[in-house]
């Protein structure tokens, strides 16, 4: 029987930031960086929690989830991107205390404009880090 995991959005983060191999802000899910015994490797999901200034927009590429759904809300600022609808992409602008649930199979790019506070949380689910398909434009 898995325990419970109580953690702290910031400190959490802090320690991602040592990990290295894309760990930034991931909290937790299926990561093989987890231990099994760790109660933060969960298969069901994946939490990431993400700052503006981790990324450089110009280099955010598109994506799309195979079979996982995922979940983007903002906590402060604004993000701005695209997400793909009956083939056409559809401009979408996010602001503090928005969220946008994403069906697998869609092609989208949240970030290629971001205000620099920007906090964003990211789930998707189940947590399957092979799941992202990156699309090259």
Not at 68 to 96: A, D, H
Request: proline share 4%; charged share 25%; with cysteine.
């Amino acid at each position: 029987m898995a325990n419970y995991y109580k953690g702290n959005l910031q400190q959490d983060y802090n320690l991602s930031k040592n990990e290295g191999n894309g760990a930034l802000g991931w909290l937790f899910g299926n990561f093989s960086r987890f231990k099994d015994s760790d109660d933060r490797k969960i298969p069901a999901m994946e939490l990431k929690y993400w700052k503006a200034s981790d990324s450089n927009n110009s280099s955010h590429p598109a994506k799309f989830q195979k079979e996982c759904w995922g979940f983007t809300m903002v906590l402060k600022g604004e993000i701005s991107g695209f997400i793909e609808k009956n083939g056409e992409k559809e401009e979408t602008k996010l602001s503090q205390n928005d969220f946008v649930i994403i069906p697998p199979q869609t092609i989208n790019n949240l970030v290629l404009k971001t205000s620099v506070d920007a906090e964003i949380l990211t789930i998707k689910t189940p947590s399957d880090p092979s799941d992202n398909i990156k699309i090259k434009e």
